[in-house]
């Protein structure tokens, strides 16, 4: 190992020592005889050898020219400490392209970092105080934040850390080239991720699914949840998937638990490491208390986790051993009945672990050491112990309080193999996201890489009405029949087509026809017509005559929009007036499958309409499953051109489904 700079390089030789790297290390520097008593070199040409690996901590150019060297030397890889990049600004950004293109093949860390910990082997490249120790097999947490990065070393949640990642700007290595390393190594259990941004989305992915394929579970806390907001946007597509739910679409899609806090990361990564993903979310939970009972029922009721009822027989033997003062159910309050009585627990945790759950839970809260004799709770936890061993199952021990588990108790419990959970809430949601991971695990083989999006170049330009609905019927959209035609025909137009209709101003500039007062719908006779195109009138010479799409189920909404991290997406939720009030929809990103689209649909309220709500009527979910993959079909075939669309509302009939409105921008494309 080479170390190059002043004290910040004294420290990366300090750390290395304190935790057992046991390799040669040289320090460079031309103006100090030593580093802590290693011996000083003016320059990379003057070390006995290539280093395997180098930890550069100086000022910006001077790390340039050093990663440069090393880089044309054919190290292997280095850290680049320096900040003063792209975090900047324009300067910045500049000189880290050149950083990138002096680095060449090597794997370079940074710049803007605090490089990395492994605790598997024993190297600290990393120049500051952390709280992480040596041990076999652990996590490996990758940080786009140094200082985040820092404070999850010093986590006392029984958390074994293999590996710390300070990832910085990502001038040359992405977090897809970090996972990817990572799934090589088989002593790491799990993944954990501090994301700011992702700059290679598709390669991300990949590297994702790679992850459900080896087993490997990996976990989110992503940061920024506001919209980029950087483009200007028309459609209400572009308008409601914003960045964020964008990258929650992407974690639900490639198996990612997605966490909102630090403690519900460090939890679920723990339950991860110990447990492992869970081939569903049906829990049990015992407790010697009806308000933890509660609280246990309460917060699995707010997640969504099921917690079935016990069998008949196990009901019966359980009412048996714990007497007729106690209500035998899921969750268990137990009583304190048989509390210190070893064998007695030993039965009733037993006799619950017979029944099909994914994990058991005891929820026990620990007095700390020293202050209280613990003797009863030592009973608990090895009766506990001895039941999950012989039944063979994947349990975990529960405080209600993250501090009323003190380290000693939580070794013990971590060593008979059972996972030592600090919150009620933070177990539960690690429980929900163990089973999203086993069933993305178990569903890999149907999971599709993110679509590489082309970038758009040229000036935008916007389609009217009649071409957009012309276009998107090219792929299998289905439109209503009408015409376009001028003011004075739109009588005659309406007369020949039957009634009802529903007359439309037609121009590219009007994106949003209602707000416009640019559609009249259901006219009845000629009459109407004639008012409603007077109306108009000042809006456009040009009118559509269509027949009216009837009787309607359901209107929904189908976009796609384009995001500079994720390129095209696609939406789709309740459409009509009102889509931005009522915000029930859901992004997919692409290629999109028919199963996800159904599943997607499934999980809105509008899917409730189609499926025929409280009786009525139900719609042809098969049309608009068609409809979806007929615009996610346009949108694939003119990625290069294509900024956003809309269809809306597409009419959800008993047998059809059909775009009633269309908008569509691109860019350099026009009109006929």
């Given at each position: 190992m080479a170390v190059f700079g002043g004290d910040d390089?004294?420290?990366?030789?300090?750390?290395?020592?304190?935790?057992?790297?046991?390799?040669?290390?040289?320090?460079?520097?031309?103006?100090?005889?030593?580093?802590e008593g290693i011996?000083?070199?003016?320059?990379?040409?003057?070390l006995p050898s290539v280093p395997d690996a180098s930890f550069v901590a100086a000022p910006p150019q001077a790390s340039l020219q050093i990663i440069r060297d090393l880089a044309a030397s054919g190290a292997p890889g280095a850290v680049c400490f320096a900040s003063g990049f792209a975090e900047t600004g324009t300067d910045g950004e500049k000189l880290q392209q050149q950083l990138h293109e002096a680095a060449g093949d090597m794997a370079l860390i940074g710049p803007n970092c605090h490089g990395f910990l492994n605790y598997l082997d024993g190297v600290a490249l990393w120049p500051d105080k952390h709280g992480g120790q040596r041990t076999e097999k652990g996590v490996a947490i990758i940080s786009q934040s140094g200082n985040i990065a820092i404070n999850l070393t010093m986590q006392q949640r029984a958390l074994d850390i293999g590996y710390v990642i300070s990832i910085g700007n990502n001038s040359t290595l992405y977090l897809h080239d970090y996972i990817d390393t990572l799934l090589d190594d088989p002593?790491?259990?799990?993944?954990?991720?501090?994301?700011?941004?992702?700059?290679?989305v598709p390669g991300f992915s990949r590297a994702a699914i790679r992850a459900l394929k080896k087993g490997v579970p990996i976990v989110a806390l992503k940061t920024g949840r506001s919209s980029l907001g950087a483009e200007i946007t028309l459609s209400h597509t572009a308008s409601l998937a914003g960045s964020d739910r964008l990258y929650s679409t992407l974690f639900e899609r490639v198996g990612i638990a997605r966490c909102d806090?630090?403690?519900?990361?460090?939890?679920?990564?723990k339950f991860l490491s110990i447990v492992g993903s869970l081939p569903d979310s049906k829990i049990a939970s015992m407790s010697c208390s009806g308000g933890e009972?509660?609280?246990?029922?309460?917060?699995?009721?707010?997640?969504?986790?099921?917690?079935?009822?016990?069998?008949?027989?196990?009901?019966?033997?359980?009412?048996?051993?714990?007497?007729?003062?106690?209500?035998?159910?899921?969750p268990l309050d137990y009583h304190t009945y048989i509390w210190g009585d070893r064998e007695k627990l030993n039965k009733c945790f037993a006799e619950m672990l017979t029944n099909k759950f994914a994990c058991m839970l005891l929820v026990l809260d620990y007095p700390q050491s020293g202050i209280t004799a613990t003797e009863n709770w030592d009973v608990v936890e090895r009766a506990f112990f001895d039941a999950v061993e012989q039944a063979g199952k994947k349990a975990v021990i529960v405080s209600s309080l993250p501090e009323s588990q003190p380290l000693d108790v939580r070794d013990r419990i971590k060593a008979a193999g059972v996972a030592p959970m600090q919150g009620i809430e933070e177990c539960l949601f690690a429980i929900r996201a163990a089973a999203a991971i086993g069933e993305a695990q178990r569903d890999v083989d149907r999971i599709l890489p993110v679509a590489q999006s082309a970038s758009v170049d040229g000036e935008p330009h916007s389609l009217d009405e009649w071409h957009s609905?012309?276009?998107?019927?090219?792929?299998?959209?289905?439109?209503?029949?009408?015409?376009?035609?001028?003011?004075a025909e739109t009588v005659a137009v309406a007369d020949a087509m039957g009634y009802p209709v529903v007359l439309k101003a037609v121009s590219s500039e009007l994106a949003h026809k209602t707000e416009a007062g640019a559609v009249t719908v259901n006219l009845q006779d000629s009459e109407a017509v004639t008012a409603a195109t007077e109306r108009m009138a000042s809006l456009t010479d040009s009118f559509l005559v269509e027949k009216m799409v009837q009787p309607a189920v359901a209107e929904m909404i189908i976009g796609v929009s384009r995001d500079p991290s994720f390129g095209l997406?696609?939406?789709?939720?309740?459409?009509?007036?009102?889509?931005?009030?009522?915000?029930?929809?859901?992004?997919?990103?692409?290629?999109?499958?028919?199963?996800?689209?159904?599943?997607a649909i499934a999980s809105l309220k509008v899917g409730k309409l189609i499926d025929g709500y409280r009786g009525a009527a139900a719609g042809d979910l098969e049309a608009v499953l068609d409809a979806v993959l007929a615009i996610a079909r346009f949108a694939d075939a003119n990625g290069e051109v294509l900024i956003e669309l809309d269809v809306n509302p597409l009419i959800v009939t008993p047998n059809d489904a059909v775009a009633a409105d269309a908008f569509i921008r691109q860019s350099s494309v026009e009109q006929a």
């Open positions: 390089a004294a420290e990366v030789v300090r750390q290395c020592r304190a935790i057992g790297f046991d390799g040669d290390i040289w320090a460079v520097n031309p103006r100090r005889d030593d580093l011996a000083c070199v003016a320059s990379l040409e003057d002593r790491v259990t799990a993944i954990g991720l501090h994301i700011e941004a992702i700059q290679d806090t630090i403690p519900q990361f460090l939890e679920t990564l009972a509660s609280m246990i029922a309460d917060c699995a009721a707010g997640l969504n986790i099921d917690m079935p009822k016990l069998s008949d027989d196990s009901t019966l033997r359980l009412q048996e051993l714990l007497g007729p003062n106690v209500h035998v159910a899921n609905k012309r276009t998107l019927a090219e792929f299998g959209v289905h439109i209503p029949d009408a015409k376009r035609c001028a003011a997406t696609l939406m789709l939720g309740s459409g009509g007036t009102l889509v931005e009030l009522l915000d029930d929809t859901k992004s997919l990103l692409l290629p999109v499958q028919r199963h996800e689209i159904r599943s």
